[in-house]
């Protein structure tokens, strides 16, 4: 595993809120929305499934982002849809908290989520 991007300090992402970090940085296909839930964080590529609609537009409930266009939802831990009309997971990406800040690593996906075919 690489050494991650510092993308933020621990503070700057507000309970609830996410932070969209652009593949220029990432060097991903798509953009990267981190989630913050409390004192955890969740990264999922900020594009839904079903059509081109960004999920960082969109809003959390129980642990699962909801996508703003057709309201198809993912779960934050796996990116795995819960329900229609997303039938394909949406890659997820390890994100840590060190020290004051938090790290993410694009490409890495988060722990016990499945490794997607990019
Ligand atoms: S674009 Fe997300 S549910 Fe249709």
Known sequence: MGEGI???GV???ADGGVLVVPK???HTEE???VFRV???YFALDDMCTHQEALLSRGWVEEG???CPL???RFRLSDGMPTCFPATWPTPTH???VRDDVIVLFPGVPAEGAPVLER
């Open 11 to 13: 503070g700057e992402v």
């Open 24 to 26: 220029s940085t990432t």
């Open 70 to 72: 057709h309201l198809a």
């Open 6 to 8: 510092v993308i933020a």
């Open 31 to 33: 953009d990267i929305a």
């Open 38 to 40: 409390g004192d955890d």
């Open 94 to 96: 390890r994100v840590e």
């Open 64 to 66: 699962e982002v909801v």
